[in-house]
């Protein structure tokens, strides 16, 4: 008879980072905005997927500073393309809801720029361009110091009712 095997995993958490923000911008809290749903991004600040913190500046606009863990690796040392397009998808949507449109996401169009180096600490900055009808605009980018990894174009739907 085979005998049974206990098989203890160890799962090891990668060093706190500094997800602090520039003067001037205040914790912007999503979940008491959106409620608690938003986890595929923001849900493990400690864990080794991605960590995120969201602000705002001055002018209202969303930021965030987004730490890319190994968890989010596509080709060797960077991240997925599809992890890219998770942070714009929630930061831009995010930066819709901050300015008072409750929407989805509709379309999403990324660039990809540079290639983003995994455990490596970055800022997403968002701008609501317009809003016609149903349709918001918000564009964004990811980036550090000079180098842009990432440009979004995102059409937000409004939904009726919320
Ligand atoms: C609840 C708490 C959440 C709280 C969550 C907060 C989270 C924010 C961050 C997370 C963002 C996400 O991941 S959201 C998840 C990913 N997204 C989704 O799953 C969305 C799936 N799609 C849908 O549910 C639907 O297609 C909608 C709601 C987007 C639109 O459907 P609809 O309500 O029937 O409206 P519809 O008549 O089709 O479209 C309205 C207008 O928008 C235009 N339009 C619609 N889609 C598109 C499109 N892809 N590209 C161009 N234009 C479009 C139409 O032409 C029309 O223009 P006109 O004729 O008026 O000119």
């Excluded at 160890?10 to 749903?37: K, Q, R, Y």
């Excluded at 991605?50 to 890319?68: G, K, M, S, V």
């Amino acid at each position: 008879m085979p005998k049974t095997k206990t098989e203890r995993v160890t799962i090891s958490l990668c060093p706190p980072v500094d997800l602090g923000g520039e003067p001037g911008w205040i914790p912007f809290d999503a979940p008491s905005l959106v409620g608690e749903s938003l986890r595929f991004v923001s849900g493990e600040p400690d864990g080794n997927r991605f960590r995120a913190r969201y602000y705002r500046d001055a002018e209202q606009h969303l930021h965030a500073r987004i730490w890319f863990g190994p968890e989010t690796e596509g080709p060797p040392g960077h991240a997925h393309g599809g992890a890219v397009a998770a942070v714009m998808d929630e930061a831009l949507g995010l930066a819709a809801w901050a300015a008072g449109y409750p929407i989805v996401v509709g379309n999403l169009n990324v660039s990809f720029r540079n290639m983003l180096p995994l455990q490596k600490v970055v800022t997403v900055e968002s701008r609501v361009i317009s809003a016609e009808g149903r349709k918001v605009m918000v564009h964004g980018r990811i980036f550090s110091g000079e180098t842009v990894y990432a440009e979004a174009e995102c059409l937000c739907i409004t939904i009726p009712g919320k």
